[in-house]
C-alpha cells in the first residue's frame, strides 16, 4: 500500500517513478532544434519495448522524459529549454542511460527515482580500486546537505550508495556489473553528471521546517 500511495498523489493522478536499476544503454542519435527546445532520437535496441506506448516516461541518464513518438528501436523525446538548463548530456550524441517507468508490481531493486534532478556534479576523481572504482564527485552545495554516508543518490540515472561524504565531495565505489551496464565507465575526471538526491531527505526536512514553523505559531 505504500509504494502504492507514493505512486498516486491525491488527484489519483500516477506519478511516474523509478528505481535507478538500469534496464538498458541506449545512444542518442540525432538531435533536432525545436526553437529553444531539442527534439531527440533515442536508438534503444537494447530495451524490452513491448510494453511502451506513446506518452510513457522513460528516464534517460536519470531525467524523467515523454515518449512522443515510437518506431523500430527508436523513440523521440522532446525536451524543454528548462530541462536543458538544470541538466546535462542531453544536447549531445552519445550513449545514455535507460529505465522505463516503475510499475506497482515492479521490485524496487535500487531506491525511489522522480527523474527530476536536484543538479548537476563533476566528477573530481576516477580511479580503479582492486576489482572495483572509486568515483569522487562533486555535488552543488545547495544539495550537499542532502548526501549522508551509506544514504542513497543517483548518478546519471543509476542508484548508488554513498561511501564518504568530505563537504561537498561524494565518494561512491562501483562494482564490475555497474560498469559493465551503465555509462558511468565512460566517466573520467572533469565529466559532469546529473545528481538526484533520496527524496526522503527533502520530505524530513520539510517535516522539520514544519514542525519548527507549527511551535513558532503556537508559543
Known amino acids: 500500500m505504500l509504494l502504492k500511495n507514493i505512486l498516486h498523489n491525491n488527484s489519483d493522478k500516477i506519478i511516474r517513478m523509478f528505481t535507478g536499476i538500469i534496464q538498458a544503454v541506449g545512444q542518442i542519435e540525432h538531435i533536432s532544434p525545436v526553437g529553444e527546445d531539442v527534439k531527440l532520437s533515442i536508438n534503444c535496441a537494447g530495451l524490452d519495448v513491448d510494453d511502451v506506448n506513446i506518452g510513457d516516461s522513460i528516464a534517460v541518464n536519470g531525467v524523467c522524459l515523454t515518449v512522443v513518438t515510437f518506431n523500430?528501436?527508436?523513440?523521440?523525446?522532446?525536451?524543454?529549454?528548462?530541462?536543458?538548463?538544470?541538466?546535462?548530456?542531453?544536447?549531445?550524441?552519445?550513449?545514455v542511460n535507460l529505465e522505463k517507468a516503475l510499475r506497482l508490481s515492479d521490485r524496487l531493486g535500487g531506491h525511489l527515482v522522480s527523474g527530476h534532478v536536484d543538479g548537476v556534479g563533476e566528477v573530481v576523481s576516477f580511479e580503479p580500486l582492486g576489482d572495483c572504482w572509486k568515483l569522487d564527485i562533486r555535488a552543488p552545495h545547495a544539495i550537499s546537505k542532502y548526501i549522508v554516508?551509506?544514504?542513497?543518490?543517483?548518478?546519471?540515472?543509476?542508484s548508488l550508495t554513498?561511501?564518504?561524504v568530505n563537504k561537498d565531495t561524494l565518494s561512491i565505489n562501483l562494482i564490475p556489473h555497474?560498469?559493465?551496464n551503465t555509462t558511468l565507465k565512460l566517466l573520467s575526471a572533469g565529466s559532469r553528471v546529473n545528481l538526484e538526491v533520496d527524496q526522503i531527505a527533502r520530505y524530513v526536512e520539510r517535516m522539520t521546517e514544519w514542525a519548527a514553523e507549527d511551535n513558532e505559531l503556537r508559543g
Not at 554516508?149 to 543509476?158: E, M
Open 72 to 95: 523500430d528501436n527508436h523513440f523521440n523525446v522532446h525536451v524543454s529549454h528548462e530541462t536543458l538548463s538544470v541538466t546535462t548530456g542531453l544536447n549531445q550524441v552519445h550513449p
Open 149 to 158: 554516508v551509506k544514504g542513497s543518490i543517483c548518478v546519471d540515472g543509476v
Open 162 to 164: 554513498v561511501n564518504t
Open 178 to 180: 555497474t560498469l559493465e
